[in-house]
């Protein structure tokens, strides 16, 4: 039996995915002419809007007629939800919106405000059917993003770009994948004790896989390569899970600061308390890196193992 906020999120977005299929267009076949359309629910209930949008990409896949956009948002994903309590942290539902065909889906996690607009363009510009938006609800500071010499806003569009480059004056120590709105933003926090411990990361912000892959091969070669996705750590709001595709061992995962990383639901309290319970507060993400850089050669041997044993 469906209780009356399982029939609500479930109406909302069917009737959203119906807005969108109407097509006015004198030639439908080739093109669409009529309104796109928004839902949202907290993330963690995304799976009750689910069956509705598996149904929606069906039918932009086998229907004749061109159909419009459908706008996703999971609210309040993430253990920053805090004082809601623990039944509203979107860190597992909102995983829900991974479970299309490739390519039938955008995700879409912008870090902070400028961006939203930003990778909303960016979607509907590629022509996907659904967008996943991901948000979270703690307003963060808008970084001064010229005097921490992070690239512009505007790169949250190519679906990942470079927080930090390398510093060439000192031993690489691996590259770092961050995703999500308070786990980078205590992550730009914690850059002077970074820069202080001499702890010399490449910091890649996770955006969008979907849009990263259609970037140029030199452009995603030059932000996270084959290499780079090798010597690899994440730090995400949400559960490993989330961002295991942009790492391409599991060896990375061992290394991942996660708001799952102890295997447990997490509690409740301020944004504060949950973070730190969470192990994504700045201290924690300081000392999470420090392990990961002082680790390397470890790392990167148990990952030749792993290759001379594929040999034979």
Known sequence: MLLPQEITEF????????????????DPEQEWNGFGAVCSTY???????????RLYSQLAQDSDFKVGPVI????????????????????????????????HVCDLHPWEANEVPVVIAAGLAAGFPILALHLTRPAVQIPDRQALGIDAHFAAAKGA????????DQPRGGTVIVQGTKSTDNL?????????????????VAVSPQLFARQ??????????????????????RSRETI???????????????????????????????MGEAGLDPDSIVEGIARFVRERDQRLKRIEQMLSAARG
């Open 11 to 26: 109406c909302n977005s069917g009737i959203s995915a119906a807005i969108a299929s109407v097509n006015f267009s004198d």
């Open 43 to 53: 993330g963690s209930f995304s799976y009750l809007k689910y069956g509705s949008m």
């Open 161 to 168: 770009y470079l927080l930090r480059r390398y510093r060439p």
């Open 216 to 237: 140029s091969e030199s452009y995603r070669r030059e932000v996270l390569s084959e290499g780079d996705r090798l010597d690899a750590m994440a730090i995400t709001n």
């Open 72 to 103: 996703w948002v999971a609210g309040h994903s993430g253990p920053e939800t805090a004082e809601d309590s623990r039944t509203h942290f979107g860190v597992f539902a909102p995983s829900v919106t991974q479970l299309f065909p490739e390519g």
């Open 188 to 204: 730009v926090h914690a850059l002077p004790e970074l820069d202080r411990l001499g702890l010399n990361v490449k910091i890649v």
């Open 244 to 274: 295991r595709r942009w790492m391409a061992t599991d060896v990375s995962l061992d290394y991942t600061l996660s708001a799952d990383r102890d295997d447990r639901w997490r509690t409740g309290g301020s944004v504060e308390d949950v």
